[in-house]
């Protein structure tokens, strides 16, 4: 069965940084194009990062882009989202999935961006 594992999130200030790390048992996982979504209590999860398989080729949510960069460590099965001048905004909890999110989902890491 296909398990995600995120960690790295937590409190951090506005204008701070975190990384995310998901470690993914996911069965040929450099095959698969990888994204991470987000979601606010009671609102839908979306997608805010996604990278190619082949040639990692990158996209990332307008809300986002040039402060989040998500990569991808195809020997450890892992992918990360580093977040740079984080928002209050961008309080989430934060999944890592295929590209289409159709896998079962982790349980997800907290993000708090708060003064």
């Known amino acids: 069965q296909v398990q995600f594992v995120e960690s790295g999130g937590g409190l951090v200030q506005p204008g701070g940084s975190l990384r995310l790390s998901c470690a993914a048992s996911?069965?040929?996982?450099?095959?698969?194009?990888m994204a991470w979504f987000r979601q606010d209590p009671g609102q839908q999860r979306d997608r805010v990062a996604a990278i190619t398989s082949t040639n990692g080729i990158t996209w990332y949510e307008g809300s986002v882009k040039g402060r989040f960069t998500i990569s991808r460590d195809d020997a450890k099965s892992t992918v990360y989202l580093q977040m740079n001048s984080l928002k209050p905004e961008d309080t989430a909890i934060y999944y890592c999935n295929n590209y289409w999110g159709t896998a079962s989902w982790g349980q997800g890491t907290q993000v708090t961006v708060s003064s």
């Open positions: 996911l069965r040929d996982f450099r095959t698969y194009g």
